[in-house]
């Protein structure tokens, strides 16, 4: 991927134009504007308190910015709510694990595959034919292709809740993979994740962003810097709301600005690797 | 749903098994037994004041399966329920009493079913009419909303004008014969137990169904997580209100079947108190498990029962009299003690007992 901004308009997937969000009289983000094209990783990186969190939450609609537009395949939605856009492809994880707690990781991945099942009320009560059917179709894309993939098998009927910190993580980019989505926000995958983990989460990135079967586009929010050097086509960089630099890893390691906000005048982001 | 182990041995080749109810042979055998015992030694050999006990029990599980599916299974607490109840009970009584019902229709004892089930969808739209508030309000302040059911329902509506229908007075009495489900006059205790037991088996098999199938999932989902429920594409609202509605559904059942056992009902049937006293049942039982409704069910009117007969012992004493007079505030009292006894001591209720009790005898005698 090239550092060129001359795209064709059918390539971007997603655009930010002109975001500006507000809390009372704090800005989140003033002017930001992000394009993420079809089949790209694209990171965003900055401080803490940056505003990376809220620009993951207009782009999938837990909030809504009072100025600017969101497009998605060129159509705006910024008036959908938070379970339409689903519908349309955008999945995410969360900083802090948001998973089903209570339910096992076979129950939070089969919700993840929710808008693909058709199954009502008197569907559901009376659970034969169709319904079950159903259940078992899905249940094969589920065993098939994302416990295998995310090698959770051993914990399949396990209460989510039980799990340690690591796979928890990985339950929940399992239930955002069984939307089976276009586009992927992963919120800081990687965050409180061991060496071991943390090489798995970026294979697994890498994997759902490259292999056939899946192809998708991720928006990545993350601070380790070595991961998202290695594993971005393009970075964009925050700073307290105001957008710094959207290029090519190159480009940002070598932008004074990000350096300063940032990264630091040594090389920090080497000493994870 | 499987969270317990499966026997050293035992695997399942297919997913279709897998996600069976019974797996094991075992299993299968210990369920015929229950069910031989439900249908069989059950009416064989139980006494008339058994059989009462039952039913009080199977209403309460029909009660308890809609607060448990609320508040157990989507997060909605409840404390209106019984209102909904009131609803159903009502529905049925005045469609029986005062709706033109064709003679073949009462002949073939169709009508009582059909008012059942015109019961229980009009107790459904009724719930998701004090379920609209959760759209905006959870918690706390959901409660405060709900319990507004239970007095906007019985205590102004009911009481003030449904039950003023007809001249009748108070109470709305069922005349022999009226309550008739196929050739079956519901008239005795056995009677009602045997219609208790179908419609306890079908409403706990619906759950138990839905629970496993998307819309149930998106409920846990709700109850878990409302904000990421959303993001995975639940539409929120949509399931919260249909919580709300299945819930009012089997209330409805519940009031519409517990007609046949009183051939008489009046407001008083339906207090706050019975909403609240279905909340402790599933506390007691275990919250977010079907097994928890039934357990706690039983546990709570058995131990009522046990109860009063304890104090019937010695109601020939001055004090013993007294007792027994003021049985309702015992049985309160002895309701407060148990919730507290249970929130100390055993806060995942009587499910999570039996669950582990499961879990130890499969893998015994090697526990390793």
Redesign the interface.
């Known amino acids: 991927m090239t550092g060129s901004n001359n795209t064709n308009k059918q390539d971007i997937l997603l655009e930010l134009h002109d975001i500006h969000m507000f809390f009372g009289k704090v800005c989140a983000l003033s002017g930001v504007d992000l394009k993420v094209r079809k089949g790209e990783i694209h990171s965003v990186i900055g401080p803490n308190g940056a505003g990376k969190t809220v620009m993951m939450n207009i782009i999938n609609g837990l909030y809504s910015p009072q100025r600017g537009n969101i497009f998605y395949k060129q159509q705006k939605i910024n008036a959908l709510r938070p379970f339409k856009r689903a519908k349309l492809g955008i999945s995410r994880t969360f900083q802090k694990v948001e998973v089903f707690g209570g339910m096992t990781v076979l129950d939070n991945i089969r919700l993840g595959r929710h808008i693909h099942m058709t199954s009502g009320i008197t569907g559901g009560s009376v659970y034969i034919g169709k319904t079950a059917r159903e259940e078992t179709e899905h249940r094969r894309f589920i065993e098939e292709k994302i416990i295998d993939l995310l090698e959770i098998e051993s914990i399949r009927h396990k209460p989510v809740g039980m799990l340690p910190y690591g796979l928890q993580k990985r339950v929940e980019l399992g239930r955002a993979l069984a939307l089976e989505p276009e586009l992927l926000i992963l919120d800081e995958p990687l965050a409180g994740l061991n060496l071991e983990e943390v090489e798995d989460m970026a294979r697994f990135v890498l994997e759902i962003n490259e292999d056939e079967q899946w192809k998708i586009t991720c928006v990545l929010v993350e601070h380790d810097m070595g991961v998202v050097m290695d594993l971005s086509d393009r970075v964009f960089v925050l700073n307290f709301g105001n957008m710094i630099i959207d290029g090519t890893p190159e480009e940002v390691q070598n932008h004074p600005e990000v350096i300063k906000a940032y990264l630091g005048e040594e090389d920090m982001y080497a000493t994870r690797r | 749903m499987?969270?317990t182990w499966l026997p050293c041995g035992v695997y399942h080749q297919d997913?279709?098994h897998?996600?069976g109810w019974w797996q094991t042979r075992f299993i299968k055998t210990k369920m015929i037994l229950l069910f031989a015992i439900l249908f069989i030694v059950i009416p064989e050999f139980a006494d008339a004041y058994s059989l009462s006990v039952c039913n009080q029990i199977g209403y309460t599980i029909l009660g308890a399966l809609g607060v448990q599916l609320l508040i157990g299974f989507c997060g909605q607490i409840t404390l209106g329920h019984a209102a909904f109840l009131a609803v159903g009970a009502y529905t049925s009584t005045l469609l029986i009493l005062d709706f033109p019902w064709p003679k073949f229709m009462m002949d073939l004892g169709i009508a009582y079913p059909v008012s059942i089930l015109i019961a229980a969808f009009v107790a459904g739209f009724w719930s998701v009419l004090f379920g609209l508030p959760s759209a905006r309000v959870k918690g706390f302040y959901l409660i405060l909303t709900t319990m507004a059911a239970q007095f906007i329902t019985v205590n102004f509506l009911i009481t003030g004008y449904v039950s003023q229908i007809g001249g009748r007075g108070q109470a709305f009495s069922l005349p022999p014969g009226t309550i008739k489900v196929g050739p079956w006059i519901i008239d005795s205790d056995i009677k009602v137990y045997f219609m208790m037991l179908v419609l306890v088996i079908g409403c706990v098999?619906?759950?138990a169904?839905?629970i496993?199938?998307?819309?149930?999932?998106?409920w846990?989902?709700i109850?878990?997580?409302d904000?990421?429920?959303?993001?995975?594409?639940?539409?929120?609202v949509k399931y919260k209100f249909?919580a709300f509605?299945?819930a009012g559904f089997i209330g409805g059942i519940a009031g519409a079947f517990w007609i046949s056992n009183l051939a008489a009902i009046s407001p008083e049937h339906f207090p706050w108190f019975w909403s609240l006293w279905l909340v402790g049942v599933i506390l007691i039982g275990g919250v977010?498990s079907i097994h928890g409704t039934i357990f706690g069910s039983i546990f709570m009117v058995v131990v009522m029962e046990a109860l009063q007969l304890f104090v019937m012992q010695f109601v020939d004493t001055s004090w013993g009299e007294k007792l027994f007079t003021d049985f309702l505030f015992l049985k309160e009292a002895a309701f407060g003690l148990a919730i507290c006894v249970f929130m100390i001591f055993e806060p995942k209720g009587i499910a999570y007992r039996w669950w582990q009790m499961k879990n130890y005898f499969n893998l015994w005698p090697f526990s390793y």
């Open positions: 499987s969270t997913y279709i897998d996600q098999i619906i759950v169904n839905l496993r199938s998307r819309v149930g999932r998106a846990i989902a109850r878990d997580n904000i990421s429920a959303e993001v995975m594409g639940i539409n929120v249909s509605f299945v977010g």
